[in-house]
């Protein structure tokens, strides 16, 4: 059984950076694929960023991606990631999920099948 929790939103204000932690249990292997996304009312879920569980492979969305990054603690098994530069247009609940493989899509909400309960990010303006 998988269980994600993430942790570490909060209200910040533009320019200000921000560092969100999922903390995972259960079957985690290497090719894996553990994936943040976010979620505005009224929008679909919306790719961030994913991370091959051995850290070879990373993908950011076009809008983050000069400004968050994608990290992980293999041994403490927690997925990070690391937000900076914030944007009002950044807010919305993060959630991280997780796929048992890399590959065709990573970027897709629809294709992970574990996820976390969500942390809420505000970015103020």
């Known amino acids: 059984q998988v269980q994600l929790a993430e942790s570490g939103g909060g209200l910040v204000q533009a320019g200000d950076s921000l560092r969100l932690s999922c903390t995972t249990s259960?079957?985690?292997?290497?090719?894996?694929?553990m994936g943040w996304f976010r979620q505005t009312p009224g929008k679909e879920r919306e790719f961030v960023a994913a991370?091959?569980?051995?850290?070879?492979?990373?993908l950011y969305a076009d809008s983050v991606e000069d400004r968050f990054s994608i990290s992980r603690d293999r041994a403490k098994n927690i997925l990070y990631l690391q937000m900076s530069s914030l944007r009002a247009t950044d807010t919305g609940v993060y959630y991280c999920a997780m796929r048992s493989a890399w590959g065709s899509g990573t970027t897709s909400h629809d294709s992970y099948p574990f996820w976390g309960q969500g942390t809420q990010v505000t970015v103020s303006s």
């Open positions: 259960g079957r985690t292997v290497g090719s894996s694929a």
């Open positions: 991370l091959k569980w051995d850290g070879t492979t990373s």
